[in-house]
């Protein structure tokens, strides 16, 4: 599988939020919640996205990870791993007992990537020692905090009728930059019809940009 850009920022969203809804998932990424579900199922059956939690595999998504491990003087690391956190690659960052006192969790595009992050980045961090680097070559369980499984199996309701929408694309309008959606003409001209005031303020406030089926 390979993941493109959307697949990237969704995945960028639900990896900060597991619980987010598909709408929610839209407005983040400027995609339409259609599109979003087409590329969630899509992640879905390649296996990338693993049952209820999203394991990202290394393989599948380009990326390797490597627990690389500090030492640093006692005193500091809370400090230390404070500014840690801070990095992008860094994706997890935990103190422990033991002379190599804190381990970061670091995901790079490749291993040339990860080297040059380790030798650049956190050598040069002050009271930093970098002891070892370690490559993960297989994760067999990474459950982390992020639960998809209010996401995934999430399907769209029309916002007149409240049904499912089966349609791939669905009748929509757009108010500024979120999308109404709906299963038939039927209720999107109903909603239109129902709503004629509340609309009527959307397009003198944000300006309604497509109105289209
Ligand atoms: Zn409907």
Redesign the pocket.
Known sequence: LNLDANDRAILEVLMKDGRASLREIAARTDLTAPTVSLHLSRMQRSGLIRGFSPVLDPVASHHISAFVKLEVPAQRTDKVAESLSKFEQITGVFVTTGKENVTVRVVADDVESLQEFVNKELSRQADVEVVSSDIVTRALKDARDVRLSDVVPMRLK??????E?TANRPYNIKLGPSYLY???R??RRSYLERNRAKIRSAVARIGITSLHS
């Open positions: 029309c916002d007149y009728c409240h049904q929408i709906f299963c038939c039927t209720c």
